[in-house]
């Protein structure tokens, strides 16, 4: 593993079947490229001008309730239809045809000043529990075969708010990261009879170079492939092919780890940390789908400080995704800041 911390290298994601070109020699070239602001900004418990806010009215003129934990509702401007006319295209290299589906927006909290890192793990998990009676209703649809969850948190991750809340997009297909990776875990599995991830946290399990938390029940880890500068995937110990599966007391662990994780981020540069996150889990598509071990993904953009950011430009629009910083590094950065915050019974 020595040469992969000095000399630019390839690393190969099972997952998807793609590679992520590492040039750990660059992360000492200096910096004179765009810095973003840094989020220094307080908020205000309740904002009378957000739309997501307990009581306020929607841009729809639909008023919220005055809820107190966890709110959901169709996104008023939704990117998927459930009734979208059926019809395709098919003519030679034209083609195209209907996708339906629900997109739903799911609000963490009533407190506006909030963000997942400073709310309290039984907080957390009430938002688990509410992403697992929607993936079960949703994905129980005769149209619906597959449940993204998901989250953007910050601007410069194309959030349009910032009180705490994340997205439930179904429909009908399977859109093209969770085809890559049901592909590649249902070749694994029937290669191996153990699923991908089963067999590739025994390793990391083992090697402990990107590890940087883990409980009875789940593992926090820098992914051996990882392309963001601090890229963060959570993944359960125990094989289980959706968050339905999920035991009821495990929903606790699951929230301690994304307690940790996002807590861990805004210490790392001391701002509210951007980033995307989601859900990878199996089809909703009565099929056995024994291949999935779902997982959550956190992809933040901060790479220096709090106000320089990755860019995925140039090659890797044209070519394949790049990195800096190689994931050992990245790992051990944020596991000490797990262990501090951990030591200091901040959860």
């Known amino acids: 593993m020595e040469n992969t911390q000095e000399y630019s290298h390839k690393r190969f994601n099972p997952l998807t079947g793609e590679w992520v ?4 020699h660059r992360a000492k070239r200096p910096w004179q490229g765009q810095e973003e602001d840094a989020n220094q900004e307080t908020r205000p418990t309740h904002d009378p001008d957000c ?11 639909e008023k919220n309730p005055d809820y107190e934990d966890v709110f959901v509702f169709v996104n008023d401007f939704s990117a998927l ?14 083609k195209a045809e209907v996708e339906q589906g629900i997109c739903k927006v799911i609000c963490f909290s009533p407190d506006h000043s909030k963000s997942l890192a400073d709310m ?8 688990i529990h509410t992403w697992q009676s929607e993936f079960t209703s949703l994905g129980k649809q005769s149209n619906i075969n597959y449940v993204q969850i998901f989250e953007n948190k910050g601007a410069v991750m ?3 708010n910032p ?8 429909q009908s297909t399977l859109p093209n990261e969770v085809s890559k990776k049901d592909i590649h875990q249902k070749t694994y599995y029937k290669q191996n009879n153990n699923t991908l991830l089963q067999d590739y946290l025994k390793q990391e399990l083992k090697l402990k170079e990107r590890i940087v938390f883990e409980n009875r029940a789940f593992v926090v880890l820098v992914p051996f492939w990882a392309i963001w500068p601090y890229e963060a995937m959570i993944v359960p110990k125990q094989p289980q092919k959706d968050i339905i599966e999920l035991p009821r007391e495990e929903t ?16 790392l540069f001391n701002t509210s940390f951007p980033y995307s996150s989601g859900i990878h889990q199996a089809p909703t598509n009565n099929e056995n789908n024994e291949h999935w071990h779902w997982h959550m993904s956190f992809y933040p953009p901060l790479l220096r400080s709090a106000t320089v950011k990755k860019f995925m430009v140039g090659y ?15 790992a051990q950065t944020l596991k000490h800041l797990a262990d501090n915050l951990y030591t200091a019974k901040h959860f």
């Not at 239809?81 to 034209?94: E, V, W």
């Not at 009180?163 to 179904?170: F, K, R």
């Not at 890797?316 to 990245?330: L, N």
Request: hydrophobic content about 35%.
């Open 51 to 61: 739309y997501l806010c307990s009581g306020n009215t929607r841009a729809n003129g």
């Open 81 to 94: 239809q459930k009734n979208s006319k059926q019809f395709s295209l098919n003519d030679g290299l034209i």
């Open 21 to 24: 070109l590492v040039s750990p």
């Open 316 to 330: 890797e629009m044209f070519g394949m995704a790049q990195r800096d910083i190689t994931p050992e590094t990245a």
């Open 252 to 267: 606790i662990l699951f929230a301690e780890a994304i307690s940790v994780l996002t807590k861990i981020y805004d210490k």
């Open 120 to 127: 309290n793990v039984k907080d957390i998990q009430k938002v």
């Open 163 to 170: 009180h705490p809340h994340g997205q439930i997009w179904s």
């Open 158 to 160: 194309g959030c349009s």
